[in-house]
Nanobody, 120 residues
Framework: QVQLVESGGGLVQPGGSLRLSCAASGSISSIYFMAWYRQAPGLQREWVASVSSDGSTNYAAYVKGRFAISRDNAENTVYLQMNRLNPEDTAVYYC??????????????WGQGTQVTVSS
């Protein structure tokens, strides 16, 4: 019913920047929170940042000041601008959204993930 598709990952050198995008599509009535998570090899998935429907943002301590999350409600899209990347940021980044469908169901939807590799 609802699909999230991430894009924008890739290989970047330490100190560089990347911008991730995640577009939601399907039977969407409204989207509440949108968020980014990441999972490095051998580690659990961890929360990175989130943005509410009114634009309020929150960040994990290890990305605050370097990453910026934003959303375009008209396009049902969330972005993650990542600056001053370091090798510890290497992970698969996942988009998450709390979606209300046109049938009234509310559930958390996940994207398929996009790989971000920070290496020289």
């Amino acid at each position: 019913q609802v699909q999230l598709v991430e894009s924008g990952g890739g290989l970047v050198q330490p100190g560089g920047s990347l911008r991730l995008s995640c577009a939601a599509s399907g039977s969407i009535s409204s989207i509440y929170f949108m968020a980014w998570y990441r999972q490095a090899p051998g580690l659990q998935r961890e929360w990175v940042a989130s943005v509410s429907s009114d634009g309020s943002t929150n960040y994990a301590a290890y990305v605050k000041g370097r990453f910026a999350i934003s959303r375009d409600n008209a396009e049902n899209t969330v972005y993650l601008q990542m600056n001053r990347l370091n090798p510890e940021d290497t992970a698969v980044y996942y988009c998450n959204a709390n979606v209300k469908t046109t049938t009234g169901t509310v559930f958390a939807s996940w994207g398929q993930g996009t790989q971000v590799t920070v290496s020289s």
